[in-house]
């Protein structure tokens, strides 16, 4: 089972794929694909209205793929998170988790156009695993349950500009991370009960068709587990709420490959959660 939203931006309509491959509306139960969906046992409402036969096939060919979620109420980032990357980077790895926040309006859809931004000159992709957020997170006791505030996985792209992030930034990176259209998600939301384990998923980005990262989610530092039970010790994450959990090595920060520009074609794919594709301009 498969969480997708289709048609025009700010207008896109909720919809499952069913086992079988097809399309269903879901407007029958929910207007949207919001925290308020997934904290009223959305995913087991949709299992239901499936087996009851209760939901319509909707004609999705032609169909724009929005994000699958509706506007997050925030969007947290974990920095340096894997430790390949971190030392690429030029930092050792982080002994506490690394926060920056993206605004939400950053989130578009797994196939729109993302825009290099004015006075860019190093625009640079990280694919990474979003943790979509199903039930209220506040002072876990540890992260021994952390999983269970889930709602589901899906893929997305921390498109980061590296001048905005380093140089224009008092060493707050959210300046180079927050500009519009740098968080394409998607393209569906695959239930947390259907993601066996969130550590064994490996993640991968093009430029061009030509490799980038290839790595696993088993290689980050703070599990997606400690990472909820770590930020829930300093902020609320509410339902709907999106953690973009790390990158890992090979973006173009390295040094080892170019910055992308208007033309180019970032694909970013995660095992199992389905694979994204941006042209820029
Ligand atoms: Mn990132």
């Known amino acids: ?49 499936l087996a009851d036969g209760a939901l319509p096939v909707l004609e999705a060919a032609g169909l724009r793929l929005g994000p699958p979620v509706a506007r997050p109420g925030a969007v947290i980032c974990v920095g340096q998170n894997y430790a390949a990357h971190a030392a690429e980077s030029g930092s050792t790895p982080p002994e506490r988790p690394v926060i920056f926040l993206k605004p939400p309006n950053t989130v578009v859809g797994p196939y729109d156009e993302v825009l290099i931004p004015r006075n860019s000159v190093k625009t640079d992709w990280e694919v990474e695993l979003a943790v979509v957020i199903g039930k209220r997170v506040s002072y876990l006791d540890s992260p021994e349950h952390a999983l269970e505030h889930v709602a589901g996985y899906t893929v997305s792209n921390d498109v980061s500009e590296r001048d905005f992030q380093i140089e224009h930034s008092g060493g707050q990176w959210s300046k180079g991370k927050a500009a519009a259209t740098f968080n394409p998600l998607g393209p569906y939301l695959v239930p947390a009960d259907e993601v066996p384990d969130p550590q064994k998923l490996r993640l991968r ?33 509410d339902p709907g709420d999106v953690v973009n959990t790390g990158t890992p090595e090979g973006v173009a920060l390295s040094g080892r490959f170019p910055y992308v520009r208007g033309g180019d074609v970032m694909e970013i794919e995660i095992e199992g959660l389905g694979r994204q594709r941006q042209v820029l301009r």
Do not use: C
Not at 226 to 234: A, G, I, P, R
């Open 1 to 49: 089972m498969k969480f997708v939203r289709l048609g025009e931006p700010g207008r896109e309509r909720p919809a499952v794929i069913d086992d079988q491959g097809l399309t269903r509306d879901l407007t029958a139960l929910t207007a949207d694909l919001d925290g308020a969906f997934w904290a009223s046992d959305g995913t087991a409402r949709t299992r239901q209205a």
């Open 205 to 237: 980005s093009f430029v061009n068709g030509e490799p980038r990262q290839d790595s696993s989610t088993a290689d980050m530092i703070f599990s997606v587990a400690h990472l909820l039970y770590d930020l829930s010790q300093y902020l609320v994450l």
